[in-house]
């Protein structure tokens, strides 16, 4: 093992190097706002005023800044003192582009750029239960599993440079789309005088025991499904449920007047969603 170093101590990258004070060869923070290292420099970490410093003496150096200019200047600086075999993870949500183009950079250095984002926020960040996506050389993120096991709890490797953050988009796009089809929920459960703290209650129970949208996605393929599948006579229930459903949900917006385009598409869309014709 060798010291690790954290860049970026915001609202999620602060659990996570929390998480990392006591490893065994110390922790190295580093980050723009010199009050955000306080709290680490009083429990034992080291800190570091640059990233150059930070790389010089940590063997694997998480990268947790805002956007795709932060992480393309903080590790350009980290890979210019970074030693041969070290390993930079990336876990911002950044273009797969980007991704690529500093692994290639790393590779020139003999250095293994790593895009690792990650899921779940900052609840999972504090209480150690972030997923995270890796794309890169097996061996790199092999090294990392050992810190990463400290604040995450699901560390999947994806592919090559670059899939991590592929990764992260699809379900990103997932969690955000579902954002605006929930407020449309809620705007005809507010037309219909339903309490709405009550309705997110009620949702966030029953996606925790059947798992949400995550539930049908059990297939390797999004090619439509054969007869002989055995998720075919499943996921024909599935339709035939959701359908009607929407379609009384539909009903029940135009009975008072909101308007439920998401639920238009969704009606329009259900079956091919799920891989039937």
């Known amino acids: 093992m ?11 990258g602060a659990p996570m190097a929390t998480h990392l004070i006591g490893w065994p060869d110390g922790l190295i923070v580093c980050d723009a706002r010199a009050e955000a290292t306080v709290p680490f420099a009083e429990r034992g970490a080291d800190v570091a005023a640059t990233p150059e410093d930070v790389a010089a003496r940590a063997g694997l150096i998480s990268v947790m800044v805002r956007d795709d200019a932060q992480v393309r200047e903080v ?6 003192t970074a030693h041969a075999g070290s390993v930079v993870a990336v876990h911002s949500t950044i273009a797969p582009g980007t991704a690529e183009e500093l692994a290639a950079a790393g590779a020139e250095r003999t250095v293994d ?9 900052f609840i999972a960040a504090a209480n150690a239960s972030l997923a995270v996506f890796a794309g890169g050389p097996a061996e790199a993120v092999e090294r990392c599993r050992e810190v990463f096991a400290r604040w995450a709890s699901l560390v999947v490797h994806v592919g090559p440079a670059g899939a991590g953050t592929r990764a ?3 379900r990103n796009l997932l969690q955000f789309a579902g954002f ?15 309490d709405l703290a009550t309705l997110a209650k009620v949702v966030r129970h029953s996606d925790g025991v059947t798992g949400g949208p995550g539930a049908i996605m059990l297939r390797d393929t999004t090619t439509s499904l054969e007869p002989d599948s ?5 996921l024909t229930h599935t339709r035939e449920l959701g359908e009607k459903d929407l379609r009384l949900a539909l009903d029940l917006g135009r009975k008072l007047g909101v308007e439920l385009p998401f639920a238009e598409l969704a009606l329009e869309r259900f079956g091919p969603s799920l891989g039937l014709p």
Do not use: C, H, M
């Open 75 to 80: 590790v350009e600086e980290i890979l210019t």
């Open 230 to 234: 055995p998720l075919y006579d499943v």
């Open 113 to 121: 750029v790593v895009d690792a984002p990650v899921s779940g926020g």
């Open 168 to 170: 992260k988009l699809a």
């Open 180 to 194: 605006a089809a929930a407020l449309e929920s809620q705007r005809l459960a507010e037309a219909a005088g339903i």
């Open 2 to 12: 060798s010291a690790v170093g954290f860049i970026g101590l915001g609202q999620i």
